[in-house]
T-cell receptor
Framework: EPEVTQTPSHQVTQMGQEVILRCVPISNHLYFYWYRQILGQKVEFLVSFYNNEISEKSEIFDDQFSVERPDGSNFTLKIRSTKLEDSAMYFC??????????????FGPGTRLTVL | GESVGLHLPTLSVQEGDNSIINCAYSNSASDYFIWYKQESGKGPQFIID?????DKRQGQRVTVLLNKTVKHLSLQIAATQPGDSAVYFC????????????FGSGTRLQVQP
């Protein structure tokens, strides 16, 4: 069964450093997403991406964040200058579009980001 | 305001019993609702979804009920098994033009053997 994969599973970084979280969405999907979950809290939407551009972003997704689809299979989230409060699980998701209807978003296993 | 919330943070059931997990939402414009299961250290796993033009949908051992009058969503799990132990989230999508999911705070289901 196709699944979303993410690397690394755990990333530890120093405050102020740049990190890149990587995702391989399900191959025939067209929409890609990043969500985050701070420990013990809700899953929060960050950004959605379609047709090589951001289609929607939340207020969390400020100028320190960026997304990219560098090739036909990868989807990345870059955090330019990490802060302590960026420590969280980051989930990638993807979905297809069938006949114009929203399709299910399938989530990856997540990357745990720890900022020291 | 717009919110998705859960009535109970923890639900404990006996193996073999049926489980009912509830969720309230406040945005009457929400078009699509999903239940996800999250096991420790893993990402949300899709269980079942329902669109606003339906009031019931069934899957394998799971049923989702939508009551738009009182803005209430429930997930019923039949014959609960130890493997069902997890945190369950409801999520809503306001409309198909905005694909961001808004998640509730989660209910932990504990299945007692």
């Amino acid at each position: 069964e196709p699944e979303v994969t993410q690397t690394p599973s755990h990333q530890v970084t120093q405050m102020g450093q740049e990190v890149i979280l990587r995702c391989v969405p399900i191959s025939n999907h067209l929409y890609f997403y990043w969500y985050r979950q701070i420990l013990g809290q809700k899953v929060e939407f960050l950004v959605s991406f379609y047709n090589n551009e951001i289609s929607e972003k939340s207020e969390i997704f400020d100028d320190q964040f960026s997304v990219e689809r560098p090739d036909g299979s990868n989807f990345t989230l870059k955090i330019r200058s990490t802060k302590l409060e960026d420590s969280a699980m980051y989930f990638c998701a993807s979905s297809d579009v069938i006949s114009g209807y929203t399709d299910t978003q399938y989530f990856g296993p997540g990357t745990r980001l720890t900022v020291l | 305001g717009e919110s998705v919330g859960l009535h109970l943070p923890t639900l404990s059931v006996q193996e073999g019993d049926n489980s009912i997990i509830n969720c309230a939402y406040s945005n009457s414009a929400s078009d699509y609702f999903i239940w996800y299961k999250q096991e420790s250290g893993k990402g949300p796993q899709f269980i079942i979804d329902i669109r606003s033009n339906m009031d019931k949908r069934q899957g394998q051992r799971v049923t989702v009920l939508l009551n738009k009058t009182v803005k209430h969503l429930s997930l019923q799990i039949a014959a609960t098994q130890p493997g069902d132990s997890a945190v369950y989230f409801c999520a809503e999508m306001y409309d198909t033009g905005r694909r961001a999911l808004t998640f509730g705070s989660g209910t932990r289901l504990q299945v007692q053997p």
